[in-house]
Each structure stands twice: as structure tokens, then as C-alpha cells.
């Protein structure tokens, strides 16, 4: 974990990064349950799960959402901050023992509405894949960020 | 937990429900740390904090996040399964201590696009308030939900 | 979650409510050794517990005992309390991989032996069943509850 | 962590030991609603147990019935097996940051139903304390116990 | 856990004892990681470890190192205090579902540097075995003891 | 965290790393014993340890090791294994809410024994600070690591 000044002039559409691996397991689904309190039978009981379609437990989406927005922070940026997301979309389950690694992309930037001049919006597409190399999320990422001599974010 | 069908038809705008509240602690913090592997300074290094404008550690958005969606899984609806977010934004900062509070409101329903006789989506507004009334977070969750009378979605 | 007042007077013998199931996993077992410091092997070492008559590691009796009870804890009451539990049994092992479900029934009512006007017990029988439909757990949890226009328990 | 064989016969009415402390945590009452589900707002809303009679969050039954259980998890005794538990009373609320010790008494021996010759039940009283030496809990824990030079329990 | 008294000139070289079993689990993994920071793949992406020469996700070295010196945690012993450890050595890999047990000898006695009369270091060498028979960790564990009739260490 | 390789010969004597901070939780210390199953009361119980010189309850020693190794792993380094760790020394407790740094700085390059032409050993000695710059524990960390054009260590 670094820390690295970038502003908002520095980032380049298409600039992409990928992480390495990550085994969600059943221990995962347990401990999210407990933290969020969601404990449908969908994530926790699987003699039913082993009744429905998927026919296994399936890992929560804010599970999978926290693990892949959590793996693409790496170096620390002064000058940007987490904003929001756009368009989350749960595309694949994701089973107990399924590995997932996950892309970020720039493929927006956009000016901050009334401040345009000091700040904008990087807007990053995370994509996470599992181990048979099926997506099975995609959120985009909006960093506020600074644009270069001007005042900071925060 | 309870499990009772609700068909697309039966959802209505303007529709409301609230949570009880939950006070956000530091081992939610820390156990999030340890679940999504971020252990960004601004989450968990509370002298570095307390040099920086917001002046303590806060939380996660992740956190507040899953724990939200968490609170506002009450009973399991058969005849709908979780699509996805849209427009989430993190609109202030929650701190070790703050207690956060859920609404969700039904604000529209719109038709599959292939296959709108067959299903449509749920769009609930999912409004996350501090102890002060402030709005913390908002996010819409989406919700692709079964018209009556038609194959389940799963 | 939702608050509703029940008192004393509302409880009918025979009233019974069921939950969904739960799947009892390794991670439960090793989450609650940590939190009790109860390490035995009989449900840590798994290599001993394979030469042991039960084969494998089994499931502390406090873990399913506070799963069961955590399990019935679905609506809030301000009109009860929990005051104490009776004749705890632990009936039958439960493995890791098991699932549980809870059934709750309301089995007597009694007065409180000073303020009889004011108070009384509802007696509520816990019944935990595995996947095999057989019974592991029981016992009699006992509600203080207020009777109706009296002032509040607590 | 010993593994010492006593066998009924070898336990005397009016054995006693006790523990050193444990300071009952946020983090253990995070992490035990997490365990069982019980998110009441009585354990997790500090804004809310603020306007109620006891002015804080309160420790869940359960888990201060699973610490004190374990703290009495000492020596493995193969002759043996926890049988249940017979009126556990909450008599007092356990707060965040009080410290509890235990005490266990063997209070009672009595034959097993059908086959005395061979089986007997030890009682032990235990009684956790808080640091004010005020009583908080109490619970009969009942474990079987092969008598000498029979058959074991398990 | 008993409080029980040994002076420096209480320990013999020779001295010797050992642990029942511990299952080392995915979730100890999980959850050290999670403590730790350290995700590194070879702890958390079984996909990638299944492709290296191990095959399999192998243990933190932390992991097994704090695991052991906790397993060797019985008694109290106020005279002394831990010290550090010397010659830390990981000698195979552990991996999820081997089980463990710990060994510690006095090896040494050594005395204080400026204050020989008064303290001095016990030397414990802790050696972890896997069910194999298999050492896979040892280090030496510094003691910091007082002598007999002198000032205690703290 | 990135993939990066590095020979034994890459390695400079005097290269020096640094951490951001971390805070040490009393969440870290409740976790730490549920992981190592060691409960003194020195961890946890504050009552006790307000009576005792330090005053308060201190981090286990094996907790501030994990964390601070766990800092260090930055970049992955193929090239490069954890061979075990010389001469831990716990210097000064560590309390909770403390914040500590990590630095490691390589000070000893030496041949493998009995095969010198193909590993070494880097010697990076890691001191991790608290927050009024005071030395808590020192630890020199062995990688054995392959040089340039040969076969790899695993």
C-alpha cells in the first residue's frame, strides 16, 4: 500500500489493472451474513439450496461487491475519493469454492457539475470474473477527484 | 424470517418500510477490513485520522452498504431475486458510533425488456439515515420479480 | 425486525411458529470456540475426533443452543423479556454440514409468585431438528411478560 | 488443556473453583449477534438502549450462558459427556466493558433412570459475577458420568 | 487456566509438554488473513495454489506460529513474562485440515545480562507437529523469569 | 499487490520500506485470542489489568507480530519464500488504540549452506513503532530467496 498523488488530468481512458485471485469460501459467506445480518437460506441452508435450480448456497451480492471493490484498492490517492457507484449488476452467482479476479478500467471521465474546473468524476468499470472466466459482476466506480493546482477534495 | 410470495403486480409506488436502528462499531469496521482485505489509513488508523479534515476513522462504504441491504432483508419473496444497484452514492461520512436507520420505498416498476409480459423490476429506493437525520447513503435496489401467473424467474 | 406489543394475555397455548433452516458450518464451530475459549478437541481436532465412537468433530452444545434461540428471535416485544431457560437437553450430536431448523410452541403460561396481577411467565418450547428430522436440541425458554394495563416489565 | 479421567464416583458435593476474569466486549457482542442472527436493538442500537430503563447496550443471554460455559471448559475428562443444563436464570444485565468471573460447584449427584449401576449425573452450579460481585447469571450444568469400572458413556 | 508461581529456579531443562490436537481450517486462514492483511494467493486462491508445486493453499507461517505459542498458554505464571523468540524456523507448510500438536521443552537457562541475581531467561523450545508425524514449525520461546526472592520482572 | 520478481542479487543492503499506520483494536485483541485460544487475563480482562503496573490490557505479542509482517507483505515476490524469523523481541506492550508503523530494511544477505551457488538468505529486520515513535517489537525476517538463473526455490 502506497501513496501515490494522482489527479484527475493523469488518468487515461482505457488505462486498466487486474488483480490477482481470490477463493471465495464458505467461511466468507458465514462471516457476511453475521456482519450484514442477512441470513436467507439462499446464503446459510443448503439442504434447501440443494432443492433450488442453482442447487448449491450462493455467496450474498454485497459479499462478492465488497471482496471485488476491495481488491482494487491498492495505492492510496490524496487527491480522489469514493463517490458512488453506478449500475451494479449480479450477472453469475458465485458459489463457495468459486475463485474471482477482478478488472478496473477507466472508460469515463466527467466534470463535477457546478465546480468544473476543480474537480472531476474518473469513472471506473470494475469486472469481476470467476474461475471458468465468466463475468459474474460489473459495477462502475465514480472517484471524485482533483484536478491538478487546484484546492483538494477533502 | 418469513417466506410470503409477492408478485410483481402486487408491489405498489409509494409503498414504505423502515428498520430499527444499528449502531456502527469499530469491530464492524474491522471485521469488514479483514472480510474485503481494505485497510485504507482513512479506516483503520485512527492517529492519521485525526490529522485529517474529517478529524477520526470512517467507515467503509462497502460497510454501510451491505449492512443496509442486510437490515432491509426481512422476508423472503420467492417470486423475486435481487438484479441489481443503481446509483449509489456515499453522501456523508458514518463514524464509530453512529446509528443508521434504513427506509426503503418503492419508487417504480418497470417491464423486462424481452420478456415484459413475464417480468418486470422492482425499483426500491434504499435511503440510509444517521442518528442526526442525515442521509448517509442511498442506493435504488433492483429487484426482477415475477408477474402473477407467468414461469418463476428461478 | 418489527416491533409489536404482545402481552401476557395474548399468548395461546398451542401457538406455534417454525423458522427456515440453517446449516451448521466449520467456520460456526471454529467462530464460537473463539469466542468462548472452550478449544476441545472434540471439536477442534478433527484427526482425534475420527477415532472417537462419533467419528468426527461435533458441534459445541452452546453453539446450537444460542443459533436455535438467535434463530426465534424474529419479532421485537416490549412487552417481554427473556428471563431464563429450562431443562437445556442436548440430544443428538450435530456435525459440521448438519442443518437446523427451530421450532417454538407456546406449551404453558404461569403467574409471577409476588405480583401475580402485574406479571406472568410464557413458557416457550424450543425443539431443534437436524436434516434427518431428528430432534438434537430442547429446551423451555421463559418470557417475563406484562399483563395487560399494568405498568411495563422493565 | 489436560485430559484427566474422573469418574463419578471421584467428584465430592461442595467442589468449587473458579475463574480468572474476561471483560465482555463490543467486539464479543458484535460478533455473537453475527454468530446467531439476534441483531435486537437492545444489544446493537446505542442510540435507542439510550431512552430505554438500563441507559446501554445489554450482552445477549446467550452469550454470557456460552463465555461462562467455556471458562469452565478447563480439564477434558473422557469419563464424561455435558448432558444439559437445568434453570439458567439472567439475573442482571451484563454491559459493555463489565468483567465477569465464574464459579462452578458441584451441588448434586444422582443416578441415571435406567441404568444406576452404571451411569450418574453430576450437577454444578455456576455463577458468573460481575466486577461488583453482584450475581448475573446462574445455570445447573448436568453432565453424565460413567460410574468406576463400567462401560463408558461414549 | 490456573495462576501458579515458578521462579527461574523452579524450571529443569528437560522439562517437557504437549497439547491435544488442533485442526488448522480454512477459516483460521480466513480469518488470519482478514487480521492480518496478508492475502497473498498462496493463502487465499485455491485455483492459483492448485497450480503450483504445493497444490493447495498452504497456512500463514504467523498463522501456525501464534496458534502454537497460544496452545502452549496454561498456566499463569506471574514471575515470568514472554520475552521474544528466537530461531523461528517453518519447516514444511501446513495446509487446510492438517492437525497440529505442540511440544515445548526447557532447553536453556540462561542469566540476565546486568541484573544475574535477580532475573533470568528460561529458554522453551516449541516444536508443532502435523498428523503425520511431521515437524513443521519450531522456535525457541524467551521467558523472562524472575529468581527466587527477589523483585518481581513487573 | 502486485507480481514482481526479485533475485538474491536485486536485493541491496540498506533498501528500507515503510508502512502506513494501523491501529490496534481491542477488536484485534478479542479476535486474536479467539484465534489462538489464549484468554490471560493480561489480553482480557481490564479489570484485572487496571490492578497490574501496565495498567491496562496489552496486545499479545503474537498479535503485534502477525499484524506487522502482514504490513510488509507489499508485492509478491516468486523469487522469493519466508524461510522463518531470528531474534523477536517484544520490547514495549502495546495498548489498545495504539497506532503502529512498520519498517523493514534489508541488513544481511548470506549464502544458502549447502548450496550457495543457488539461494540465499535476505535478512530484512523489521521494527515496528507506535505512535509516540518508540520501538514495540523487532524482528529479523529470513527469505530464502534464488538467484539469478536458476532453478526456482518452489
Known amino acids: ?12 481512458l482505457g488505462e486498466k489493472r487486474s488483480t490477482v485471485g481470490r477463493t471465495i469460501t464458505e467461511t466468507d459467506i458465514v462471516v457476511h451474513a453475521g456482519q ?14 440443494a432443492t433450488q435450480p442453482f442447487g448449491q448456497r450462493i455467496a450474498h451480492g454485497t459479499l462478492i461487491l465488497s471482496i471485488a471493490v ?13 463517490y ?8 453469475k452467482p458465485v458459489f463457495i469454492g468459486d475463485t474471482i479476479t477482478v478488472t478496473a478500467e477507466i472508460t469515463e471521465k466527467t466534470d463535477h457539475a457546478k465546480r468544473p474546473e476543480q ?17 459474474v459482476l460489473v459495477l462502475t466506480h465514480l472517484y471524485l477527484t482533483n484536478k491538478r493546482d487546484t484546492t483538494p477534495v477533502h
Open 1 to 12: 500500500m502506497q501513496t501515490i498523488d494522482r489527479w484527475f488530468d493523469d488518468y487515461e
Open 36 to 49: 450484514t445480518g442477512d441470513f436467507f437460506p439462499h446464503h446459510m441452508d443448503a439442504a434447501w439450496a
Open 70 to 82: 476491495g481488491m482494487t484498492a491498492s495505492d492510496i490517492n490524496p487527491q480522489a475519493m469514493s
Open 84 to 91: 458512488g457507484y453506478d449500475r451494479i449488476r449480479f450477472i
Open 119 to 135: 474537480y472531476g468524476y474518473v469513472h471506473e468499470l470494475v469486472t469481476v470474473t470467476n474461475q471458468h472466466e465468466e463475468t
